[in-house]
């Protein structure tokens, strides 16, 4: 036996994790995988063996050492596939819709962020509450300052993480202090790449144009360029959030027939690309962005919240687009997927649709993990993947666990998980097997 075999760690509790099955038309169909007394194999450097019943991965691994966690729930690590890291002290700022909450709240934050003591400050505290929150994984937006992401990515890099960081391009409609020209821009993701893009395969670099209003031809030109270079870098940006923001760049972009054609213009749809909302999306967008493989983040909090519209997620089904959830914090009012779940639940009751637990759940886990490109290394418990996962205590919270006694099913257990649970239950939190994170 080689010895990152000998030195596998079983860690024992109830797991559950979604697999994806295939219906008999041969859609594959998000399928909520129990154990109830199960265990996890994970070798030494930090890889799943095997999942299944204690007994039977314990037979296959006899000398294997016995991690307890009887008791307990073990889930794949949430994945946050669009979220603001200048934006975690401003969640929840009264009273307006996306330009003008832009304008009053979010620009000057994010303008205070030219200062890198508080980027460091801020990054510390954004990776503890990730992991507080059960995330291993997220796709974040820093501010429009090299060093912001810079001391981001540092900041990720020392306490394990994975994550993909963006230091936001925008060179019109904001504060001047803001605003950054193309050329500089251009260097400043470049040196970025240099530095992070792949480190440790763990932290990946994207191009992050904030929204095309916030972006001249020019500076999405330049970024086209750096893409063609290295064209497995991600792009995150925001498409089609609210019907004000829609009509607004009709204006400024006069020669495009849509607002998705502009991102189609520079080269930035395809598989690493995630674009943050889509909410008033027309048929022909939704047909190019699921024909290119582009993703599209609902992030139910923030939309309600600024009230920018209810998501069709049903249009985007049929089809067959891929669509994860995120927090957007800090238009999001809550780091937590469970919450997000929650609203995302609530969001399609509201426009009669139905949408399963399994379904919501495998939206922030392996279809997240779908969305950033990396379903075959997380999301899920299947063997060879990373073991990213967390350690969830439901006698944490008295209502929960009333509740988990008066339910039968793992499928309601789960669901209402959702409409309850928050970060108290979130005891331990390891990514590659390594523990990152204990309350
Ligand atoms: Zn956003």
Same mark, same amino acid.
């Given at each position: 036996? @080689?010895?990152?075999?000998?030195?596998?760690?079983?860690?024992?509790?109830?797991?559950?994790?979604?697999?994806?099955?295939?219906?008999?038309?041969?859609?594959?169909?998000?399928?909520?995988?129990?154990?109830?007394?199960?265990?996890?194999?994970?070798?030494?450097?930090?890889?799943?063996?095997?999942?299944?019943?204690?007994?039977?991965?314990?037979?296959?691994?006899?000398? $294997?050492?016995?991690?307890?966690?009887?008791?307990?729930?073990?889930?794949?690590?949430?994945?946050?596939?669009?979220?603001?890291?200048?934006?975690?002290?401003?969640?929840?700022?009264?009273?307006?819709?996306?330009?003008?909450?832009?304008?009053?709240?979010?620009?000057?934050?994010?303008?205070?962020?030219?200062?890198?003591?508080?980027?460091?400050?801020?990054?510390?505290?954004?990776?503890?509450?990730?992991?507080?929150?059960?995330?291993?994984?997220?796709?974040?937006?820093?501010?429009?300052?090299?060093?912001?992401?810079?001391?981001?990515?540092?900041? =990720?890099?020392?306490?394990?993480?994975?994550?993909?960081?963006?230091?936001?391009?925008?060179?019109?409609?904001?504060?001047?202090?803001?605003?950054?020209?193309?050329?500089?821009?251009? @260097?400043?993701?470049?040196?970025?790449?240099?530095?992070?893009?792949?480190?440790?395969?763990?932290?990946?670099?994207?191009?992050?144009?904030?929204? =095309?209003?916030?972006?001249?031809?020019?500076?999405?030109?330049?970024?086209?360029?750096?893409?063609?270079?290295?064209?497995?870098?991600?792009?995150?940006?925001?498409?089609?959030?609210?019907?004000?923001?829609?009509?607004?760049?009709?204006?400024?972009?006069?020669?495009?027939? @849509?607002?998705?054609?502009?991102?189609?213009?520079?080269?930035?749809?395809?598989?690493?690309?995630?674009?943050?909302?889509?909410?008033?999306?027309?048929?022909?967008?939704?047909?190019?962005?699921?024909?290119?493989?582009?993703?599209?983040?609902?992030?139910?909090?923030?939309?309600?919240?600024?009230?920018?519209?209810?998501?069709?997620?049903?249009?985007?089904?049929?089809?067959?687009?891929?669509?994860?959830?995120?927090? @957007?914090?800090?238009?999001?009012?809550?780091?937590?997927?469970?919450?997000?779940?929650?609203? $995302?639940?609530?969001?399609?009751?509201?426009?009669?649709?139905?949408?399963?637990?399994?379904?919501?759940?495998?939206?922030?886990?392996?279809? $997240?993990?779908?969305?950033?490109?990396?379903?075959?290394?997380?999301?899920?418990?299947?063997?060879?993947?990373? =073991?990213?996962?967390?350690?969830?205590?439901?006698?944490?919270?008295?209502?929960?666990?009333?509740?988990?006694?008066?339910?039968?099913? =793992?499928?309601?257990?789960?669901? $209402?998980?959702?409409?309850?649970?928050?970060?108290?239950?979130?005891?331990?939190?390891?990514?590659?097997?390594?523990?990152?994170?204990?309350?």
């Amino acid at each position: 036996m @080689d010895k990152i075999l000998s030195n596998v760690k079983l860690f024992r509790g109830e797991i559950w994790h979604i697999i994806q099955k295939l219906s008999p038309t041969g859609l594959p169909v998000p399928t909520l995988k129990c154990f109830e007394h199960g265990a996890l194999a994970v070798n030494a450097n930090g890889f799943i063996e095997a999942v299944g019943a204690f007994s039977e991965v314990k037979k296959r691994f006899a000398q $294997a050492s016995v991690v307890n966690l009887e008791g307990h729930l073990i889930l794949p690590g949430f994945i946050d596939p669009h979220l603001h890291f200048p934006q975690l002290d401003i969640i929840g700022c009264y009273g307006e819709k996306l330009l003008r909450w832009l304008e009053r709240y979010t620009f000057k934050e994010e303008t205070q962020f030219s200062n890198p003591s508080l980027s460091k400050e801020t990054s510390c505290r954004f990776i503890t509450e990730l992991f507080a929150h059960g995330i291993t994984s997220s796709m974040v937006f820093a501010a429009t300052f090299f060093s912001s992401a810079d001391l981001l990515f540092k900041e =990720a890099l020392h306490r394990g993480c994975r994550m993909i960081v963006g230091k936001v391009s925008m060179d019109r409609n904001a504060p001047e202090r803001l605003l950054q020209g193309a050329e500089e821009d251009f @260097d400043d993701n470049q040196a970025l790449i240099k530095k992070w893009h792949g480190k440790e395969g763990r932290l990946y670099c994207a191009l992050t144009p904030r929204f =095309a209003p916030a972006c001249s031809k020019r500076l999405l030109s330049k970024l086209q360029e750096l893409k063609s270079c290295f064209p497995d870098l991600y792009v995150q940006t925001h498409h089609s959030e609210t019907l004000e923001e829609v009509k607004w760049v009709k204006k400024l972009f006069p020669g495009f027939p @849509d607002y998705l054609s502009i991102y189609e213009r520079y080269g930035f749809l395809g598989p690493r690309t995630v674009l943050a909302h889509s909410i008033h999306a027309t048929e022909s967008e939704i047909r190019r962005i699921a024909e290119t493989k582009t993703k599209v983040v609902h992030c139910p909090t923030s939309n309600l919240f600024l009230g920018s519209g209810l998501f069709p997620l049903n249009r985007f089904a049929k089809r067959k687009a891929s669509v994860s959830l995120g927090s @957007d914090i800090g238009g999001g009012t809550s780091l937590s997927p469970w919450t997000t779940m929650n609203e $995302a639940y609530k969001i399609q009751q509201l426009l009669k649709e139905n949408i399963t637990p399994e379904s919501l759940f495998y939206m922030s886990t392996l279809g $997240a993990a779908t969305s950033i490109d990396m379903a075959h290394l997380i999301g899920n418990f299947e063997k060879g993947k990373a =073991a990213d996962f967390q350690v969830l205590n439901i006698g944490k919270h008295r209502l929960l666990s009333r509740r988990f006694k008066t339910v039968e099913s =793992a499928k309601e257990r789960l669901f $209402a998980m959702m409409m309850m649970a928050d970060d108290r239950i979130v005891e331990e939190v390891f990514i590659q097997g390594r523990s990152v994170y204990r309350a």
